[in-house]
T-cell receptor
Framework: AQKVTQAQTEISVVEKEDVTLDCVYE???????LFWYKQPPSGELVFLIR??????QNEISGRYSWNFQKSTSSFNFTITASQVVDSAVYFC???????????FGDGTTLTVKP | DAGVIQSPRHEVTEMGQEVTLRCKPI?????LFWYRQTMMRGLELLIY????????DSGMPEDRFSAKMPNASFSTLKIQPSEPRDSAVYFC???????????????FGQGTRLTVV
């Protein structure tokens, strides 16, 4: 069975603050992919990043960075110098490479205040 | 590629009516997912197809819900009869999965907002 836990239901920060969104997962599969999606108020689901279970290298893309630690089954997402436009619901997801089934966390609602 | 295409974008129907949601996945993708999103329950996976075959339908809430994928380029989600508690945004997503393939992320359609009154 697969499970993705995003313990933070809501986070509120002031613009320019750094914020980290936590994601912990469970899977019995040895190979899998982890993802982060953003859902802005407009409602669409926007893909942010994909990480293969073999690749624990952290990644930085502009103000976004991701910390994947297999030892703790975590895939955390940090936004540096947050902006109001970052306000959205962020989902962490896991896909098994064997079955192809995806499992999403419940999402973290991030509010960035000016 | 136009991405995952869902229709209609919005649907308002009366309780008891049949509702059919449609999805066209990205060409070449072999996995298709139907999700339902509500404030109370978040994003729920309803059913997952791989190579047009339903693999896991454990998320389908009850017999009123059914999904089909007659070919690689089309899927439907049907609710009959519809009830007010079915009101939600229904997303369709597709991806490429399988051994030896480059497993991609799930690409989502823009969703169908269903309101049952």
């Amino acid at each position: 069975a697969q499970k993705v836990t995003q313990a933070q239901t809501e986070i509120s920060v002031v613009e320019k603050e750094d914020v980290t969104l936590d994601c912990v997962y469970e899977t019995r599969d040895t190979t899998y992919y982890l993802f982060w999606y953003k859902q802005p108020p407009s409602g669409e689901l926007v893909f942010l990043i994909r990480r293969n279970s073999f690749d624990e290298q952290n990644e930085i893309s502009g103000r976004y960075s991701w910390n994947f630690q297999k030892s703790t089954s975590s895939f955390n997402f940090t936004i540096t110098a947050s902006q109001v436009v970052d306000s959205a619901v962020y989902f962490c997801a896991l896909i098994s490479t064997n079955a192809g089934k995806s499992t999403f966390g419940d999402g973290t609602t991030l509010t960035v205040k000016p | 590629d136009a991405g995952v295409i869902q229709s209609p974008r919005h649907e308002v129907t009366e309780m008891g009516q049949e509702v059919t949601l449609r999805c066209k996945p990205i060409s070449g993708h072999n996995s298709l997912f139907w999700y339902r999103q509500t404030m109370m329950r978040g994003l729920e996976l309803l059913i997952y197809f791989n190579n047009n075959v339903p693999i896991d339908d454990s998320g389908m809430p009850e017999d009123r819900f059914s999904a089909k994928m007659p070919n690689a380029s089309f899927s439907t989600l049907k609710i009959q009869p519809s009830e007010p508690r079915d009101s939600a945004v229904y997303f369709c997503a597709s991806s490429l999965t399988g051994s030896g393939a480059v497993n991609t992320e799930a690409f989502f359609g823009q969703g169908t907002r269903l309101t049952v009154v």
